[in-house]
């Protein structure tokens, strides 16, 4: 089993839709978790961090469920611009801090 | 401030050719990791490095690939005797320590072996 799961998509939706992906993750010791965001040919940036509480940024909402061992990401009124590649990112407690990349979740918003 | 950068930002070699990417991470940040990706694959992890020492060199790939730090800073990537297979994009990122785990990435260089 791989350690960080994503659904490769694409997610095909048109503006304005509610969107949500999912992230698996193997290690039960895994300390932090984030959403980065890449878009074509370019580098990946943070998008947020996951907190056990659950947060919200704007439009996007991130949860972290530690019990099954997975987060999420909701994005609200979906937007032309948010087409891009979202990566899921756990980092291990203590250790080397070496984090590790899903694969990430291929979002297309169309008009 | 200034981010991440990497040059070169594409390089094209032939097949045994050496190649050397060179990483300047954000000033003062400690960590700096280096990764890469082939097309429509996620990030590779290659190796880390925690000032001018490298932690984990776990996810080199072969012993044609290696990787120094000097002063804390710039950080190379050298990869000796190319085979196609290396073509990808290396990316660098750096992190203000290991504990914090938010990375800032550089644009990366396309490496193409023909």
């Known amino acids: 089993r791989k350690e960080v799961e994503q659904d490769p998509g694409p997610f095909n939706v048109p503006e304005g839709a509610t969107v949500a992906f999912n992230c698996t993750y193997s290690n039960s010791a895994s300390q932090s978790f984030f959403w980065y965001r890449q878009d074509c040919r370019k580098e990946p940036k943070l998008l947020m961090s996951?907190?056990?509480s659950g947060n919200e940024d704007g439009r996007f909402t991130a949860q972290l469920n530690r019990a099954s061992q997975y987060i999420s990401l909701l994005i609200r009124d979906s937007k032309l611009s948010d087409s891009a590649t979202y990566l899921c990112?756990?980092?291990?407690?203590?250790?080397?801090?070496?984090?590790?990349f899903g694969r990430g979740t291929s979002l297309i918003v169309h008009p | 401030g200034a981010g991440v950068s990497q040059s070169p930002s594409n390089k094209v070699t032939e097949k045994g050719k050496d190649v050397e990417l060179r990483c300047d991470p954000i000033s003062g940040h400690t960590a700096l990791y280096w990764y890469r990706q082939s097309l429509g694959q996620g990030l590779e992890f290659l190796i880390y490095?925690?000032?001018?020492?490298?932690?984990?060199k776990s996810g080199l790939p072969s012993d044609r690939f290696s990787a120094e730090r000097t002063g804390g800073s710039v950080s190379t990537l050298t990869i000796q005797r190319t085979q196609q297979e290396d073509s990808a994009v290396y990316l660098c990122?750096?992190?203000?320590?290991?504990?914090?785990?938010?990375?800032?990435f550089g644009p990366g260089t396309r490496l193409t072996v023909l």
């Open positions: 990122a750096s992190s203000p320590s290991p504990q914090v785990n938010e990375q800032f």
């Open positions: 996951v907190y056990s």
């Open positions: 490095f925690q000032g001018n020492s490298a932690p984990d």
């Open positions: 990112v756990v980092t291990p407690r203590g250790g080397s801090y070496i984090p590790t």
